[in-house]
């Protein structure tokens, strides 16, 4: 029973100490101190890891989901670099990006690989038209970290076709004005 007292005695001395610490500091401090005690850090699973990482590999979340970075360029409305799940498809990321804009081209969208796969390919080529038109994921393929997705614009489309025009017309107009003077 005596060794239960001494413990309660040191606990009530160490409050007690820490107490009269507390109270000599500054009230700036004293405010500090307890802000940070009731701060709890917010969590976001797709900001990836605090520590630094290679890019071109997998890591995990503080819930241990596998994640890893994908590039998209092109056509697409948010281009850049983004934070996906190991097993994420081309419709996530694209969700992720915006979508696709009206000039892209959805049947040669290209993934490019930083390192060669098993049979030596380094670039696929995608067609997306058939997901947007019928759900179809056939022609997808598995994602690897750092793939660089690029969709490229139409090669012709009425609005390049009224831009040429609209830079073509003013010349011929010049030209047809000389020529009859």
Request: proline share 7%; glycine share 6%.
């Amino acid at each position: 029973m005596p060794i239960k007292r001494d413990r309660l005695r040191f606990a009530a001395l160490i409050v007690w100490a820490q107490a009269l610490i507390f109270a000599g500091l500054p009230l700036s401090v004293q405010a500090d101190v307890t802000g940070m005690q009731s701060q709890s850090p917010s969590y976001n699973p797709l900001a990836g890891p605090s520590y630094p990482i290679a890019q071109d590999s997998y890591f995990t979340d503080d819930y241990g989901n596998i994640l890893m970075y994908v590039n998209i360029l092109g056509e697409i409305v948010r281009p850049g670099q983004f934070i996906v799940r190991e097993n994420a498809d081309f419709s996530t990321i694209l969700a992720l990006s915006g979508g696709v804009k009206p000039d892209a081209n959805l049947k040669k969208v290209l993934v490019i690989r930083r390192e060669p796969d098993d049979n030596g390919k380094q670039a696929y080529i995608v067609n997306l038209k058939s997901f947007y038109k019928k759900g179809d994921r056939s022609t997808f393929i598995a994602l690897k970290p750092n793939d660089t997705i690029v969709i490229p614009d139409k090669s012709i489309s009425l609005a390049k076709i009224a831009r040429v025009i609209g830079v073509a017309y003013p010349v011929i107009y010049l030209y047809d004005l000389l020529e009859r003077n």
